[in-house]
Every structure is written in C-alpha cells, then in structure tokens.
C-alpha cells in the first residue's frame, strides 16, 4: 500500500471559506512499508519455497550462514531465488495486516483532528458537526512457526536451519547435507563400538552386531539420497549390485575409492550384516557361497569383531566421499 505524497481534505463553511486539512499522518508513512518478521523462540525465522510442486516449509537463523547478499536455496527441491521470494503465507498475511494497521490508524488520527461542531446562529441557523469513532484498530494477523525435525549447521557455511526429514540443501550455500549425515551417524556407530569394548561379552556381541547394522543403514540411506538427487533410485545393501547400477547411471565406479583388498573387505561386512538381519547372524549355504568368509561354517554364528566394523566405518566413509563427489 503506498500513500501519495499529498493527501488533503476540503469542507465549505458556512462563510463559504475552504478549510483544507492536511493529512500528515498519512503522509509520515511515506511510500514503503519495512516489516519485521519475528523470530521463534529458538532463534529460528521460517521460509517457504515458492515452487507450487514443492512448497516446503523450513527454518533458517538469521546472523548464520552467508555475510551478505546471497540466492535462496530451497532444501528439498533445491530451487534458488531472492530470499523475499520465500516468505511463508502466513508472514505475508502478517505483514499486510500490520501496514493496512498503520494505515487505518493515521487515517483515523486525521481524520479524528478534522472533527468540528459548529452550533446554529441566529433564530432559524443550521448546526453541523462530524465526529470520527472506530469500534477497534484493525486486528494483526499474529503466527507461530511450525515445529521440524531435523537441525542442521551447515558445514561449508555455518548456516543454522530446520527441516523435515533428514536430508536437505542448505540454503544459504545450496550444499546438500548427506555427507555431514552420514558423518553424524558413523560418529554414532564408534561411540557404540566404545560401549562394546567397555560391556561384558554378550552385551558386547549385541552391540558390536547393532554397530555393523547402523553402519551399513547409514550408508544406504545416505547413497540413495545422493543418487535420487539426479533421479536415480539405487540401493546400496548389495555393494556388488550397487556398483554396477552406479556406473551404468553415472559412469564412474565408487569403489575406485578403495583398494581390492579392501572392497572386499566392506563387501564381506554387507554379507554379515544380512546375515544378522535375515538369519539371526547363523551362516547357511548362501551366506557361504557368496561371502567368501574362511571361517564361516553352515549353522554356525558368523563371527563380528569390533575391529572389523571400526574398518568398515573407515571404508564407508570413503565409499560416501567417492559417491557424492560423482554424483553431486
């Protein structure tokens, strides 16, 4: 809403002498309206990609991230624009409702000063008088935040923002965030190895088995993250199959990454990890013919050591390293 830079009103009395009133109020609004939006309880301000097909709501702290000008980055959809673009709808209803506020209220102060009364004159004289009243100032269109799931800092820009889900693009930077997931997560596995090496041994065997089974969890929804970025849907619980679906999709092998000695390794690590999940961790003729672990016997509990899943943490992240550079 801009005002003009003059506004004024003429009334005619009744000795037909104009009396212009001049409309200061509405004139100190000037020609723009500059609107603050408030922050969240935890210093949070709230966005909302404009694409009609994605329309995804997050959070952002404003003061982190980019010095600076800087494009927009929707975190799920990864559509860029000025950051005006992305104001939610219920900010934007804020935002009205306070300029036509501050609207109606000087309109109402000049008009309030215009009241007059002039009182009848002589025997047969005609009075006239205007008083101005209003039932209440107009409301303002108050909101909340919406609660999310996921906090993120980025780690490329330092960006503090909130998403559904887990994985996002920051969006200050535009850094898809699936990397510093999967870090998170391996960080997670260690500190379970940690407890392992410190528990009694069947406690232990539990948790150095969970240890194996979050790594390869992490790995899988990490990979297929990446790879869904560029319309790909590749799942990565079989390495064997993974690679070759990777490279006729992307035509790169990720597992250049590793050594052969060491693919194997991880592959082997996959094999025992379904193992646990599918068969109770006991190997049978499958497991055998495909793992081409030496000390596996049909029937019998496979073997997992903490070492073993310290190393596959170690190749995993790599194997991630290598997938996300090819990928994104």
Same mark, same amino acid.
């Given at each position: 809403?801009?005002?003009?830079?003059?506004?004024?009103?003429?009334?005619?009395?009744?000795?037909?002498?104009?009396?212009?009133? *001049?409309?200061?109020?509405?004139?100190?609004?000037?020609?723009?309206?500059?609107?603050?939006?408030?922050?969240?309880?935890?210093?949070?301000?709230?966005?909302?990609?404009?694409?009609?097909?994605?329309?995804?709501?997050?959070?952002?702290?404003?003061?982190?991230?980019?010095?600076?000008?800087?494009?927009?980055?929707?975190?799920?959809?990864?559509?860029?624009?000025?950051?005006?673009?992305?104001?939610?709808?219920?900010?934007?209803?804020?935002?009205?409702?306070?300029?036509?506020?501050?609207?109606?209220?000087?309109?109402?102060?000049?008009?309030?000063?215009?009241?007059?009364?002039?009182?009848?004159?002589?025997?047969?004289?005609?009075?006239?008088?205007?008083?101005?009243?209003?039932?209440?100032? *107009?409301?303002?269109?108050?909101?909340?935040?919406?609660?999310?799931?996921?906090?993120?800092?980025?780690?490329?820009?330092?960006? /503090?923002?909130?998403?559904?889900?887990?994985?996002? $693009?920051?969006?200050?930077?535009?850094?898809?965030?699936?990397?510093?997931?999967?870090?998170?997560?391996?960080?997670?596995? /260690?500190?379970?190895?940690?407890?392992?090496?410190?528990?009694?041994?069947?406690?232990?065997?539990?948790?150095?088995?969970?240890?194996?089974?979050?790594?390869?969890?992490?790995?899988?929804?990490?990979?297929?993250?990446?790879?869904?970025?560029?319309?790909?849907?590749?799942?990565?619980?079989?390495?064997?199959?993974?690679?070759?679906?990777? /490279?006729?999709?992307?035509?790169?092998?990720?597992?250049?990454?590793?050594?052969?000695?060491? $693919?194997?390794?991880?592959?082997?690590?996959?094999?025992?990890? *379904?193992?646990?999940? *599918?068969?109770?961790?006991?190997?049978?003729?499958?497991?055998?013919?495909?793992?081409?672990?030496?000390?596996?016997?049909?029937?019998?509990?496979?073997?997992?050591?903490?070492?073993?899943?310290?190393?596959?943490?170690?190749?995993?992240?790599?194997?991630? /390293?290598?997938?996300?550079?090819?990928?994104?």
């Amino acid at each position: 809403m801009t005002p003009s830079t003059r506004r004024y009103v003429s009334y005619q009395g009744d000795d037909d002498t104009p009396m212009n009133f *001049h409309l200061r109020n509405m004139n100190r609004l000037g020609n723009q309206f500059s609107i603050s939006l408030p922050q969240d309880e935890d210093g949070y301000l709230g966005r909302e990609c404009p694409e009609r097909d994605c329309e995804g709501y997050f959070k952002i702290t404003p003061g982190t991230g980019i010095k600076g000008p800087a494009p927009c980055h929707c975190p799920y959809c990864g559509h860029s624009g000025e950051p005006s673009e992305f104001n939610t709808k219920e900010q934007i209803e804020y935002a009205k409702s306070i300029v036509v506020r501050q609207f109606t209220d000087a309109l109402f102060r000049d008009l309030k000063s215009m009241e007059f009364d002039h009182r009848p004159s002589g025997g047969f004289g005609i009075g006239l008088s205007m008083k101005v009243t209003r039932d209440a100032p *107009h409301p303002i269109q108050y909101y909340r935040e919406k609660e999310l799931e996921t906090e993120v800092i980025c780690e490329k820009c330092a960006l /503090r923002f909130a998403i559904y889900g887990v994985f996002g $693009w920051c969006p200050d930077c535009g850094q898809h965030n699936s990397l510093q997931i999967l870090s998170k997560n391996l960080d997670l596995v /260690r500190k379970e190895l940690d407890l392992a090496r410190a528990a009694e041994k069947e406690l232990a065997e539990h948790l150095i088995a969970d240890a194996l089974k979050n790594v390869v969890s992490a790995f899988d929804a990490f990979s297929r993250e990446v790879c869904s970025q560029k319309g790909a849907d590749i799942r990565f619980q079989n390495l064997t199959g993974a690679k070759r679906n990777v /490279r006729a999709s992307f035509h790169f092998d990720f597992d250049d990454a590793l050594s052969p000695d060491e $693919w194997a390794s991880i592959c082997l690590a996959f094999q025992k990890r *379904h193992v646990l999940v *599918h068969k109770m961790g006991v190997a049978d003729e499958d497991y055998i013919q495909k793992a081409n672990d030496p000390d596996a016997v049909v029937g019998r509990k496979i073997r997992i050591t903490d070492q073993e899943v310290e190393l596959s943490v170690t190749l995993v992240e790599r194997l991630g /390293r290598r997938l996300y550079s090819g990928v994104l």
